[in-house]
């Protein structure tokens, strides 16, 4: 398995695992009855930690949204060079440690750990535009 499938994987799997978190922590903070409604109202005992926890989610969301295409896109294309396996190495690590760090409420760690992942995105993408006939002039 290349690390770019690896990637695509492990950062589904983080996914998961942050709204099985997110679910869990409404549960026990908010009630059973309240995960059943209709979610209308405010979520009853959020809190701090509750809060990090549902931003933690949105940010994995939000860097899938960037991420995954162009890692779907390098291993259908079977592209795997030192910038590809570099990005996904990067992303793998960063988002591995970004979120305890991010639970925790470690501030200027967060987004220390954090940025590698965001510049693996580029990288991702010049990995396969080299790789890629005719994708440069």
């Given at each position: 398995?290349?690390?770019?499938?690896l990637?695509?994987?492990?950062?589904g799997?983080?996914i998961f695992?942050?709204v099985?978190v997110q679910?869990t922590?409404?549960?026990?903070t908010?009630?059973?009855a309240?995960g059943?409604?209709n979610?209308?109202?405010v979520?009853?005992?959020?809190?701090?930690?509750?809060r990090?926890?549902?931003?933690?989610?949105?940010?994995?969301?939000?860097?899938?949204?960037?991420?995954?295409?162009l890692?779907?896109?390098a291993?259908?294309?079977?592209?795997?060079?030192?910038?590809?396996?570099?990005?996904?190495?990067?992303t793998?690590i960063?988002r591995?440690?970004?979120?305890?760090?991010?639970?925790?409420?470690i501030?200027v760690?967060?987004?220390l750990?954090?940025?590698?992942?965001?510049?693996?995105?580029p990288?991702?993408?010049?990995?396969?535009?080299?790789?890629?006939p005719?994708?440069?002039p």
């Amino acid at each position: 398995m290349t690390l770019e499938t690896l990637s695509i994987l492990i950062y589904g799997l983080l996914i998961f695992g942050a709204v099985v978190v997110q679910g869990t922590y409404a549960g026990l903070t908010a009630g059973l009855a309240f995960g059943f409604s209709n979610r209308e109202g405010v979520q009853p005992g959020m809190g701090a930690v509750g809060r990090r926890i549902d931003m933690t989610l949105a940010n994995l969301k939000e860097g899938a949204i960037m991420y995954m295409p162009l890692a779907l896109l390098a291993v259908s294309l079977g592209v795997s060079n030192e910038w590809t396996s570099g990005a996904a190495l990067l992303t793998i690590i960063s988002r591995l440690v970004y979120v305890p760090v991010f639970y925790l409420g470690i501030p200027v760690a967060r987004t220390l750990v954090w940025l590698p992942s965001f510049f693996a995105i580029p990288a991702l993408a010049i990995g396969i535009l080299v790789e890629v006939p005719g994708a440069l002039p």
